[in-house]
């Protein structure tokens, strides 16, 4: 059986009801590119997978990311929200999975 995972640090009151949604490699690989700003043209061209996997071997805390996407995911499945932004990017669920994230646009 597969644990929980964890709550992150930052969050001061566990709202996921004990919920946490499943992480796809293309939402762990577009919150590396975009909520860490490494850039999307870094990895033009490889797929969601290998992408993910040259990010672990970079040091990018991979786990740790998808235990903090699954967490926000378990949020949005716990009030059946509709989006939801953490680290400046928003969320975006498809039934229980997080399936990718979204940059926030500034306003001019």
């Not at 990010?55 to 990311?65: C, L, R, T």
């Not at 716990?78 to 994230?101: H, N, P």
Request: with cysteine.
């Amino acid at each position: 059986m597969q644990s929980i995972s964890p709550v992150p640090c930052d969050v001061r009151v566990d709202r996921s009801g004990g919920l946490r949604a499943r992480v796809t490699h293309h939402a762990v690989r577009r919150y590396v590119e975009r909520a860490l700003r490494v850039g999307e043209d870094l990895m033009d061209g490889v797929s969601d997978r290998d992408a993910v996997e040259a990010f672990k071997g970079m040091g990018f805390p991979v786990g740790a990311i998808r235990d903090r996407l699954a967490y926000f995911g378990g949020v949005l499945l716990q009030f059946g929200a509709d989006g939801l932004v953490i680290d400046g990017i928003g969320l975006v669920l498809m039934e229980d999975r997080v399936v990718t994230v979204k940059a926030k646009r500034h306003r001019a």
